[in-house]
């Protein structure tokens, strides 16, 4: 492992020098002519690929910031925004009108003025420039003065423009919850009683979960949230393929279990604690990883104005990063922020309140390709979108998305030009969507946490299951500004978040009678990366780098306690406890022993333990394979004889899986032979064998797992990483030159273009490229220079 990360850093330290001694290829020129840019401008691409765009007005800047997102990722933002508004029939034909009508229940619908109000002063001039700019670019493209992007050749479409407004309407790509779990809970309830839902999922702080008065749980139907759960994905498309293929809708424990693995690191260090005499602040948010990538680097340069970091390519600005004075980053908060409403209805009419209220009815066309258009209907309680009606009962969702200022990830807007502590505090108590640990330092020296998001007050009930619509059960409101733990300059010199439970315990914060949330990642990560920050008197930015490529699982350690004192009589389960016995958890792709262990506890661990605590089929299958937290602490409590015949029999499966994947020689196992990551562009499914192969990249042997500080959550039928770092991080806070980041795999989504794959590699080393700030840096790294004038 250590051997991995030092040959990274090394690659790391290798592309720095050479930049810092002038040494580059030679810079390519290019001049543009644009209509719709103000002024001269210049936008400086580097060596990684990362735009460095330079205006004379923040208004320019962002324009830019949209025609350049068009130029790299033109497929990508086009398709988020067609599948956001409910738009890909228009371009894809009939197989998704499902889709586009779920999609269209989830729009933000409310008041435009109080929704621009809810964000940044300067957001709808930066929003209306950046979509103008999108604009500008499709312009070209249909002009034929751009080429169009291979998959819209594939798919037979073409690129739509943009209205500003729709930035901010679609919501559904921002991290909420927990109506899954709401469902899965009330499932699991009804199929196995309260003992089926402890071995789903953990509550913490600790709570005990009582059915809402009025609530049948064996009356949540099995697909109620099929709706809402297509209205959240992806876009497949083997329905368009040659030998078109109907894809199965995904049980609600799929669902959950690649929801659970979308979480991230942080962590800011005071400049007492590190050898820099400055700050240093790391992030590395984990989302799915595949091509293009999920976010994008870019740095806007204008008067006023001076942002770099990682973003969402559809949207204006960076989601994390600095602003040569204020430096934050980003992992999710678990605060819950759903509730699913069961009712009562007659027709279109639901109880409520002794009475039957009516429910709004849109109805709404939508454009189909190559046929009719369609007209849906879509129907709303004052809750919020309805997700499944039948016979006299009906579900809906509410949602802070119905909210203002709910736009995902565009309360970073307050952040662009934060100047201190105090306007870090004014824009977390703004931040709606997802909701986040903010991680922040600055050059004056201060460091801090604060948590983040919009956060609904239920004065009766705890939010874990669903609810009777019928009045009963509302939210009274919001909690209110600086109603959210925060930290400031923390006595231990750093603060680190990974998702789990970090709300300060009673009397510090109130947090029985706020409940926030209940429902957290498992703290192995945490765990981790706290021992290894309080082992370092003095911090490095290489020791974050090292910190952030980590494949130690604390979860795995604990596991291995449990092998201990077990024996077999069968050779293949004696060489096996033998090698997880001797283990230091560390998940390196050359460890056997990580290997069986992933394997043993992921896909074999939660059936025997479900079985063994007397779950029903039903049950069990509700709780798949079982998250690992939730089964060692059932298995820590039981005495050995329950215990021993668990583990034993459970390894024993794992084991012959590993046989007939890797052979029947358990000492030339090793995790990387299982566990790699190949990223698999959705639209490849439509291309021939060779552009496929152009599309397609890895596979890569890859370490760590869903447990350590290098997420890797993989799929349990491929053992392909399918979650991890989108981009990693660190900063050295007032010599922001000196900061790194990695993107993977490419800031281009062009599959010819050599920056669709060049930092894939480099990621999966554990590798980082200078993240360069000031003008004469950036230059010393260029690669291309685009000149852009203004044009008519």
């Not at 690649?258 to 962590?267: K, L, V």
């Not at 024996?567 to 090698?579: G, I, K, M, Q």
């Not at 480099?762 to 260029?782: C, H, I, K, Q, S």
Request: aromatic letters at 8%; a neutral charge.
């Amino acid at each position: 492992m250590m051997r991995r990360l030092m040959l990274g850093l090394l690659a790391a330290t290798m592309l720095s020098g050479a930049a810092d001694a002038g040494i580059s290829s030679a810079v390519r020129t290019e001049a543009r002519t644009v209509k719709g840019l103000g002024q001269p401008a210049e936008i400086i691409v580097d060596r990684w690929g990362i735009p460095h765009i330079y205006a004379k007005s923040a208004k320019d800047a962002f324009f830019l910031q949209g025609y350049n997102a068009a130029r790299d990722r033109l497929w990508q933002i086009d398709l988020w925004r067609k599948r956001g508004l409910g738009r890909l029939s228009a371009s894809l034909g009939p197989a998704y009108v499902a889709q586009d009508r779920a999609a269209r229940l989830f729009l933000y619908r409310g008041d435009m003025a109080a929704e621009w109000a809810a964000y940044d002063p300067g957001a709808r001039e930066a929003v209306e420039a950046f979509a103008a700019g999108v604009n500008a670019y499709v312009a070209e493209v249909q002009a034929g003065k751009r080429a169009l992007p291979v998959e819209f050749r594939l798919t037979r479409s073409t690129p739509e423009t943009w209205n500003p407004e729709d930035v901010l309407r679609i919501r559904s790509h921002a991290l909420v919850s927990n109506v899954t779990s709401e469902v899965a809970r009330a499932q699991a309830i009804c199929a196995g009683g309260p003992a089926a839902d402890t071995l789903r999922r953990k509550l913490e702080p600790a709570h005990k979960v009582v059915v809402p008065k009025g609530l049948d749980p064996c009356g949540v139907p099995a697909d109620v949230l099929k709706d809402y759960v297509l209205a959240t994905e992806p876009v497949g498309f083997k329905a368009m393929a040659r030998e078109a293929v109907a894809e199965a809708p995904k049980a609600l424990a799929q669902v959950i279990d690649e929801r659970a693995a979308e979480g991230s690191n942080n962590w800011t260090i005071s400049a007492g604690r590190s050898a820099t005499g400055r700050p240093i602040l790391a992030g590395d948010p984990h989302r799915p990883v595949g091509a293009p990538s999920l976010r994008y680097i870019a740095h806007l340069d204008a008067p006023g104005l001076s942002i770099i970091g990682a973003g969402e390519p559809a949207l204006p600005g960076v989601s994390m990063g600095h602003n040569g004075t204020t430096a934050y980053a980003i992992t999710i908060f678990y605060i819950d922020q759903e509730d699913l409403y069961a009712y009562e209805i007659k027709g279109d009419a639901y109880r409520y309140k002794g009475g039957f209220e009516p429910m709004k009815v849109v109805r709404e066309t939508i454009e189909v390709k190559g046929e009719a258009p369609r007209e849906v209907e879509l129907r709303f309680t004052r809750h919020g979108p309805v997700v499944w009606q039948q016979g006299a009962k009906a579900f809906a969702i509410r949602t802070i998305w119905n909210e203002p200022g709910l736009s995902g990830y565009f309360g970073s807007s307050r952040m662009w030009r934060a100047k201190g502590w105090d306007d870090f505090q004014t824009a977390r108590n703004r931040w709606g969507a997802p909701p986040l640990n903010l991680a922040y330092a600055d050059t004056k020296g201060d460091i801090g946490w604060s948590a983040a998001g919009k956060t609904p007050v239920r004065p009766n009930w705890d939010g874990l299951m669903p609810v009777p619509g019928d009045g009963r059960y509302e939210w009274k409101g919001f909690v209110e500004d600086g109603g959210l733990p925060v930290v400031k300059n923390p006595a231990a010199g750093y603060f680190a978040t990974a998702n789990a439970m970090n709300i300060p315990a009673e009397p510090a914060y109130p947090r029985e009678r706020r409940r926030l949330g209940f429902e957290w990642a498992d703290n192995t990560r945490s765990v981790r990366i706290h021992e290894v920050l309080d082992g370092l008197p003095k911090s490095t930015l290489a020791d974050s780098m090292a910190l952030q490529g980590d494949a130690v699982s604390p979860q795995a350690r604990r596991a291995v306690k449990l092998v201990q004192s077990l024996a077999s009589t069968d050779n293949d389960l004696t060489l096996a406890l033998n090698l997880l016995k001797r283990w230091d958890g560390a998940e390196t792709t050359d460890s056997a022993a990580a290997a069986i262990y992933e394997t043993w506890a992921i896909k074999h661990l939660g059936r025997h333990v479900t079985a063994a605590a007397g779950i029903p089929a039903a049950g069990q299958a509700l709780i798949g394979a079982g998250a690992p937290d939730p089964l060692l602490t059932w298995l820590e409590g039981q005495p050995a004889a329950v215990r021993d015949p668990v583990i034993l029999n459970s390894l024993a499966d794992a084991l012959a899986e590993l046989k007939g994947r890797l052979g029947p020689h358990i000492y030339g196992w090793t995790w990387g032979a299982l566990h790699r990551a190949t990223f698999v562009p959705a639209a490849a499914a439509l291309a021939d064998e060779r552009l496929a192969a152009q599309m397609s990249l890895g596979p890569l042997q890859v370490p760590g797992s869903a447990s350590t500080p290098r997420a890797a959550t993989w799929d349990a039928r491929t053992f392909n990483q399918t979650a991890g770092a989108s981009v990693r991080f660190v900063l050295d806070v007032g010599a922001w030159d000196n900061s790194m980041i990695i993107n993977t795999p490419g800031q281009s989504g062009d599959p010819a273009s050599p920056h669709y794959r060049d930092l894939f590699p480099l990621w999966a080393a554990g590798a980082y490229v200078p993240l360069r700030f000031t003008r004469a840096a950036v230059e010393g790294d260029a690669e291309t220079v685009i000149s852009l004038s203004p044009g008519q």
